[in-house]
């Protein structure tokens, strides 16, 4: 290809046709052109090529970290994880996925470590190329009544339910099922294998969206920013209004007491009770 004869731009528009694990055999050509403008469009793709470089190599470790749990057998793993244990309100959420090895995506990570934007991404890219992905959900009256670990545990158990493939064996971040499936849990494992760091995604990205609806069913809250996260505009927002019908009446003792707030405290809890028997 002569770029000698194209105009920055239309190089640039050639470079985004190709992936970028493919710049790198454009940019000696591009060094070459006398034109300092292509000169410097050729060493961010350099750069665009050199951390492409860096995160398929870390995606592929993951991949590899995961199997190595398992000898390196060619079985179907369910990485497993959830999203939602420590709100003060909405539900726990739970993700089972069974990831395609031969369609690595880049960018799968701990949901944590991804944007907003990113995680929807991720997401759409995960329920195209998945093996299976499953989701369960256990509602906020539920944890009140179990504890949250044993939601969080009822949710895994239904997101491993809804596979539309039985998975050989389950990989969780930091808990153990009562299935009759071979499993092994590691602490932050959504942070070091794969198919655990896409659970994560699907489970965050699902939690996110619920909250985001109920939200504009209680606009005062703010769901939409903090999820249902115990942060200050939202602990703010159930000193002056109360609970709602989706709070989690057993997170809330140490907000709703004191001295100054006890009274409304119990009326609140009153009203939210009516509301619980009311849905």
């Not at 860096?54 to 079985?75: C, D, P, S, T």
């Not at 339910?161 to 092994?184: F, H, S, T, W």
């Amino acid at each position: 290809m002569d770029f000698s004869k194209m105009s920055l731009n239309e190089v640039k528009e050639y470079a985004n046709t190709l992936k970028a694990s493919k710049h790198e055999n454009i940019v000696a050509a591009l060094l070459s052109d006398q034109r300092k403008s292509v000169q410097a469009f050729a060493h961010t793709l350099n750069r665009r090529a050199e951390k492409q470089r860096k995160e398929e190599a870390r995606m592929m470790q993951m991949i590899e970290a995961e199997r190595a749990l398992f000898n390196g057998h060619m079985i179907k793993i369910a990485g497993i994880d959830e999203a939602g244990r420590g709100p003060l309100a909405g539900p726990v959420v739970a993700s089972a996925v069974i990831m395609d090895y031969a369609q690595p995506i880049a960018g799968i990570d701990d949901s944590k470590k991804l944007s907003q934007k990113q995680r929807e991404v991720r997401y759409d890219e995960i329920m195209r190329s998945a093996v299976a992905v499953g989701v369960g959900i256990v509602e906020h009256t539920v944890i009140d009544e179990i504890n949250i670990l044993n939601a969080t545990k009822r949710a895994m158990n239904q997101a491993v339910g809804k596979l539309d493939v039985k998975p050989d064996v389950l990989l969780i971040d930091a808990v153990r099922l009562n299935l009759d499936i071979e499993q092994k849990s590691a602490h932050k494992a959504d942070a070091l294998y794969y198919s655990v760091a896409a659970a994560s995604i699907i489970a965050k990205v699902t939690r996110d969206r619920l909250m985001t609806e109920y939200a504009q069913d209680y606009p005062m809250y703010g769901f939409e920013s903090h999820k249902g996260y115990g942060t200050a505009q939202h602990i703010e927002a159930i000193m002056q209004y109360g609970p709602t019908p989706i709070h989690r009446l057993s997170f809330l003792d140490g907000i709703l007491k004191g001295p100054d707030k006890q009274a409304k405290g119990n009326l609140s809890e009153a009203k939210a009770r009516k509301y619980r028997r009311q849905y």
